[in-house]
């Protein structure tokens, strides 16, 4: 099996659609050897901030000398991106191999008479076997949808992160935001320690399951903090009385505001490997949060002296963040806003939240099935600012919106990553830099 014959396979597979339920995941990872017991792992849930909490935890790792893979979703251009060692996305030739391995346990299943693996449980399979043949040391495991069910929920973790929880996904997780707290709560394994950002009631849904299965919970705002730093927007200082940790200062490469909570989550379980890791000191903890990437996470580019951030929000808490992030660092700027938004997302929440009175909206639809209808968005958007048009081309929607922005506007892209990997690919084909 070559790439795109790989590609052409996980594609067939859509028409088995999404499915929670470990029962799949647990025979095939059964049938291929239980690759994801051959190192150890961390598991990362969220409503938003996992991927970057999952790309700073492995960072560190991968800093401190230990061999460390990454798995994500979903990816924003290639399907490489999605298994990642020490930052190398893997060979085309590599992913290819991973999922010809899985899907050779998958037929074994079908001969068995049992169901056929999803995509997803596929791609997750994958990932475990590539990580075991290139001998990670650990790999960091990003959930795919809530956690109980998710098929990535096969690994037993050494540290489990729960970094937020807000209502999504509420059809598929209980249809309560409890519901979802269970479902994120559902990756919290017997005596493994839990670092969470939660709050309120959904805090209290993650502290009963850690009580339940003897867990220890870490909680920021408890356990440890990041304290504002008012000399430098993009530091956060970290401290744990219980790590004895008093203040530990550290520069971020990833921008917006939201981007320093998730660091302190990273951090926080980084130290708690450290006990058995001598290696993860502060010094390699500082070194990678300088330098960890994580693309379309308000991600900043110049163009012909145009200033461009390009932000994966996806829902209403992403979008929160994202205001968050560009009232801190744009606050006087006029705004141009290139938004595509899927169907199944609450849009009107999203755009009260993100757009301000007099902003200038450009509407297109992501690259996707679940496409919301651009008209509606417009229509939508047009309650709060009157500067709205609709699009229906991705590359006509951004020369549209790079007409409407000069030195006096920031434009900002946002609403899905299904949109913002298809842009990020033009500005970079277009010659954009990164900006800081």
């Not at 076997?129 to 040391?137: E, G, L, S």
Request: glycine share 8%; proline share 3%.
């Amino acid at each position: 099996m070559d790439y795109k014959e790989s590609l052409s396979y996980l594609e067939s597979l859509n028409v088995f659609g999404s499915k929670l339920g470990l029962s799949r995941i647990e025979r095939l990872v059964e049938l291929l050897g239980h690759p994801e017991r051959r190192y150890g792992t961390i598991h990362v849930t969220g409503t938003n901030g996992k991927g970057s909490v999952s790309a700073m935890t492995a960072a560190i790792l991968t800093k401190s000398g230990l061999r460390t893979g990454l798995y994500t979703s979903p990816h924003l251009v290639s399907y490489t991106e999605r298994f990642v060692i020490d930052g190398e996305q893997a060979s085309e030739a590599d992913f290819a191999a991973a999922i010809a391995a899985a899907k050779e346990a998958a037929d074994k299943m079908l001969a068995e008479g049992l169901e056929q693996p999803t995509e997803f449980e596929v791609l997750t399979a994958a990932a475990f076997f590539y990580f075991a043949r290139k001998h990670v040391d650990y790999a960091v495991v990003e959930v795919g949808l809530g956690g109980l069910l998710d098929s990535t929920n096969v690994i037993t973790p050494e540290v489990a992160v729960v970094t937020n929880v807000a209502m999504e996904h509420a059809d598929r997780c209980g249809g309560t935001l409890e519901g979802v707290a269970h479902h994120k709560a559902g990756i919290i394994k017997a005596g493994v320690p839990v670092v969470t950002a939660a709050e309120g009631m959904t805090l209290d849904v993650v502290r009963r399951k850690a009580e339940e299965e003897g867990a220890d919970i870490f909680v920021l705002g408890e356990d440890f903090a990041v304290l504002p730093m008012k000399q430098a927007a993009g530091m956060i200082e970290f401290s744990s009385e219980l790590l004895g940790i008093r203040a530990a200062h550290y520069a971020l490469a990833l921008g917006g505001a939201y981007q320093r909570r998730n660091a302190a989550l990273a951090v926080m379980a980084a130290e708690l490997l450290a006990g058995t890791h001598p290696s993860i000191t502060h010094e390699n903890i500082a070194a990678a949060l300088r330098s960890a990437a994580w693309p379309g996470r308000f991600e900043r580019f110049t163009l012909d002296g145009k200033r461009i951030i390009i932000d994966g929000a996806h829902n209403p808490a992403g979008a929160a963040a994202l205001r968050e992030s560009l009232d801190a660092a744009f606050a006087d700027e006029a705004r141009v806003l290139l938004i595509g938004i899927l169907e199944d997302k609450d849009y009107r929440s999203m755009l009260k939240t993100l757009l301000r009175a007099g902003d200038r909206v450009v509407v297109t639809p992501p690259m996707s099935l679940r496409a919301g209808d651009p008209e509606n968005l417009a229509r939508a958007a047009r309650e709060i600012t009157a500067d709205v048009e609709v699009v229906e081309n991705a590359q006509a929607a951004l020369e549209r919106a790079l007409s409407l922005t000069d030195e006096r506007h920031i434009l900002c892209a946002a609403g899905s990553l299904y949109l913002i990997g298809n842009l990020r690919c033009l500005l970079l084909e277009r010659g954009a830099r990164h900006d800081g």
